[in-house]
């Protein structure tokens, strides 16, 4: 039998997996090049204003949609 390896901050790869299977996920930088978050399969945005226009244009202009900043730093729960 195989040894399972991990490795440190392992997780916050498994949650994003999770997270694109099920949900487009747009990230807004200035630090990051489009490329680079692409290769992630994620959509890139220059701006807050950008990604607004692309999750309307994906979703719809009634849809919802959430907006975490700093990501790893927050708890997102689903309501109702």
């Keep these: 039998r195989k040894e399972?390896?991990?490795?440190?901050?392992q997780w916050q790869?498994?949650?994003?997996?999770?997270?694109?299977?099920?949900?487009?996920v747009i990230l807004v930088?200035?630090?990051?090049e489009r490329?680079?978050?692409?290769?992630l399969h994620m959509l890139y945005a220059?701006?807050?204003q950008e990604a607004l226009d692309m999750a309307f244009s994906l979703k719809g202009k009634q849809s919802k949609i959430t907006v975490?900043?700093?990501?790893?730093r927050i708890i997102v729960s689903g309501g109702k």
Aim: aromatic share 6%; proline share 6%; hydrophobic share 35%.
């Design 4 to 9: 399972k390896i991990y490795y440190a901050d």
């Design 13 to 24: 790869v498994q949650i994003l997996a999770k997270i694109l299977e099920k949900n487009s």
């Design 29 to 32: 930088s200035d630090r990051l």
């Design 35 to 39: 490329h680079t978050v692409e290769n």
């Design 46 to 48: 220059s701006s807050i």
């Design 68 to 72: 975490i900043p700093e990501g790893p």
